[in-house]
């Protein structure tokens, strides 16, 4: 057998001369296999964060997916920053998001952007440029979702819907930043969007902004459109306003906190972004209520039978008799037999009509001023604002429309 040849490397070391040194900077095969493996296992991972059972009716499901993903981390980040005694989770929570879009008053052409306040209320107003042969503009008081807790009226998303509504409309818009939870707790939210509207309303001030007194409305999402139910009604009922409201389109808007068991609940009881033990967590939040309250209240037991102060009102909620039958299908009323009083005792801003206007008597309903509603069947809420339309007819209210989205 031959003898093989051998050859001297650089440092003395000798190697056969059939040996061929890897060459600097190339990977070698075993640490490619590795990083392939990584890289799939960590592919595999993110999409089984990121992947959650949608219904077939929503478009664009990895939009939701991704959103929902990127929710459910600043939601963790924030936990982690709460945990850690840096700061309280909604307000870390509510940074990460004002950070990440937070926009200046910056006008256009088309529309004048202002940065105000109306009776110590901040407010960001969006004047439309006026149009020959009007005078006098219509407006519209906007109102921000995010749970009583999050958003804030300067970021991205809705200073571009209310500049879009100013420029299309030939509006004034005026966006209000109420305060919100934890630095403040209900009624602070609703007194903050009542104070700024009736100052709003005063002749003086829409003399100023050029607006016309019999074409004012109001509009709000999610939270907003609670705080613009509850806002509708005690306008209403102000006989000491000279101008009243005309209209109100509420954007699935969060209506009650006596069921938590609706059929939009039942059937969305895990939907992405907003599933129903964080709307329960809100709920608390905002009334200033016992974390420990949160798993009794979404099996109803805030409003069982033997809770005489819920009693009359989850009457009111009959959804059965309220809502279609197609959005009915498979319901199953849960109305327990015994409860815990002692969640209505220690938060009785539950059965309060300023925090759920639809509980509120016929005699306001009927003063309401027309109502569009627009909701989504994939939001888990969704059944208090369909049944709110009946309600407002019932009551004699004008109605105007009642859109129910197939996807969101």
């Not at 209000?176 to 002749?203: C, G, H, M, S």
């Not at 008799?321 to 209505?344: C, E, F, M």
Request: charged share 20%.
């Amino acid at each position: 057998m031959s003898r093989r040849p051998w050859q001297k490397l650089a440092g003395g070391l000798w190697v056969a001369s059939s040996f061929r040194p890897q060459p600097a900077g190339e990977p070698s095969p075993g640490r490619m296999k590795s990083s392939c493996v990584l890289l799939t296992a960590l592919v595999a991972l993110a999409a089984y964060y990121i992947y959650i059972p949608l219904p077939s009716s929503v478009s664009d499901p990895w939009k939701l997916m991704l959103l929902d993903a990127t929710f459910r981390t600043a939601q963790q980040v924030s936990n982690l920053i709460h945990y850690l005694g840096l700061s309280h989770r909604l307000l870390a929570l509510n940074f990460i998001i004002v950070s990440l879009s937070k926009k200046s008053a910056w006008s256009s052409a088309q529309v004048k952007v202002t940065d105000t306040d109306f009776d110590g209320v901040e407010v960001r107003v969006f004047e439309g440029s006026p149009k020959p042969g009007e005078p006098l503009r219509r407006s519209v008081v906007y109102i921000h979702g995010g749970g009583w807790a999050l958003a804030s009226a300067k970021i991205r998303y809705y200073d571009e819907l209310c500049a879009a509504v100013a420029e299309e409309l030939n509006a004034v818009v005026v966006s209000i930043e109420y305060r919100l939870v934890p630095k403040v707790y209900f009624p602070a939210q609703i007194n903050d969007v009542v104070r700024a509207t009736k100052y709003f309303l005063q002749p003086e001030v829409l003399h100023k902004y050029s607006v016309d007194p019999d074409r004012i409305g109001i509009s709000g999402d999610s939270a907003g459109g609670n705080l613009a139910a509850a806002l509708g009604q005690q306008i209403s009922q102000d006989a000491n306003l000279k101008n009243k409201l005309k209209v109100q389109a509420l954007i699935y808007p969060v209506l009650q906190a006596l069921d938590f068991n609706t059929p939009s609940y039942q059937q969305n009881v895990n939907s992405p972004i907003l599933p129903r033990y964080v709307m329960v967590k809100y709920w608390v939040d905002y009334l200033k209520g016992n974390y420990d309250f949160v798993e009794a209240m979404t099996v109803n037991n805030h409003t069982s039978l033997d809770v005489e102060e819920a009693v009359a009102l989850r009457a009111r909620l009959n959804w059965t008799a309220l809502l279609p039958p197609s959005v009915t299908k498979n319901y199953k009323p849960v109305v327990q037999t015994t409860g815990n009083a002692r969640i209505i005792q220690e938060i009785p801003q539950l059965l309060d009509a300023r925090s759920a206007p639809l509980i509120a008597d016929q005699k306001v309903l009927q003063h309401l001023p027309k109502t569009y509603i627009l909701t989504s069947r994939s939001r888990s809420y969704n059944s208090p604002s369909l049944s709110s339309c009946k309600g407002f007819t019932a009551s004699g209210n004008v109605f105007s429309t009642a859109r129910n989205c197939t996807s969101d």
